[in-house]
């Protein structure tokens, strides 16, 4: 049984009824939202291409690749695609998946489908009223080692970075 508390614009909130595998009956809030999608940009010379973006919860600025909510019925890739243009400039030739993941299971349904961009072309940036953002390019090794230091703490984008930069590890190793 699901009992609604809250519909937003991004988000419904419901408390679940659940029978757990250990047959104990409990409620729990759960967040539902859409899915969302988000993209790499990656140029041929290793050059990866984030936002720095105001996020309200998170305090302040955050670096981010580029990401936005699903509309309804939307296809992830043509989500990242759109993404992609509106906050950075940029089409992609070539989109690929490069994992889909869970943000935070324990709460949420949320799903977001993160993919790689690449033979990138010059576009047209139209950012949403509530987008305040910095384009900033750097070297996947810059990136990473921002990870590393704490600079970028954002889940999605360290998917996504250390997916590209593992699997560049992968292919010098072999």
Known sequence: MSKNIFNGKVITVNIDSVALPNGVTVDLE???HPGAAAVVPLKPDGTVMLVRQFRHAAG???YEIPAGKLYPGEDPQACASRELEEEIGYRAGTLELLSSVFTAPGFTDEVIHIYR????TKGH??????????VVELSLQEAVAM?????????????GLLSIYVEGIGREGA
């Open 30 to 32: 759960v967040v539902r």
């Open 125 to 134: 940036q139209h950012l949403d009223k509530d987008e305040v953002l910095d």
């Open 60 to 62: 302040g600025f955050i």
């Open 147 to 159: 990870i590393r230091s704490g600079a970028i703490r954002d889940a999605k984008t360290m998917v």
């Open 117 to 120: 961009a690449t033979d990138l």
